[in-house]
Nanobody, 126 residues
Framework: QLQLVESGGGLVQPGGSLRLSCAASGFTVEYYAIGWFRQAPGKEREGVSC????????NYADSAKGRFTISRDNAKKTVYLQVTSLKPEDTGVYYC???????????????????WGQGTQVTVSS
């Protein structure tokens, strides 16, 4: 059974950093792209970053470029999202999701992703 479990969220002050983790199980993770999405209160879920199964061609939303870094360790079946210079508008529930893409440029829209985790809350506030 394919499962994705996010962790690493929390309360952080503006300008702070967090490392979010997405632990995968139940499938051959190196064949799957992993995307990070977030949903702020009262807003639609949006794509933040994604990475192909092989780890090449990471993709970032404009809001994440220069501040967020996605990486993966297929041996540990874990994908990370390092988030830095956090702003209050980064507050939301962060989800990881997966779809079959061993290599190539992954997408930041939700539609390709059939598998989703439960999310981890990130709150940026002083």
């Amino acid at each position: 059974q394919l499962q994705l479990v996010e962790s690493g969220g929390g309360l952080v002050q503006p300008g702070g950093s967090l490392r979010l983790s997405c632990a995968a199980s139940g499938f051959t993770v190196e064949y799957y792209a992993i995307g990070w999405f977030r949903q702020a209160p009262g807003k639609e879920r949006e794509g933040v970053s994604c990475i192909s199964g092989s780890g090449g061609s990471p993709n970032y939303a404009d809001s994440a470029k220069g501040r967020f870094t996605i990486s993966r360790d297929n041996a540990k079946k874990t994908v990370y999202l390092q988030v830095t210079s956090l702003k209050p508008e980064d507050t939301g529930v962060y989800y990881c999701a997966a779809y079959y893409l061993p290599w190539g440029l992954c997408q930041l829209t939700q539609s390709p992703y059939p598998y989703w985790g439960q999310g981890t809350q990130v709150t940026v506030s002083s």
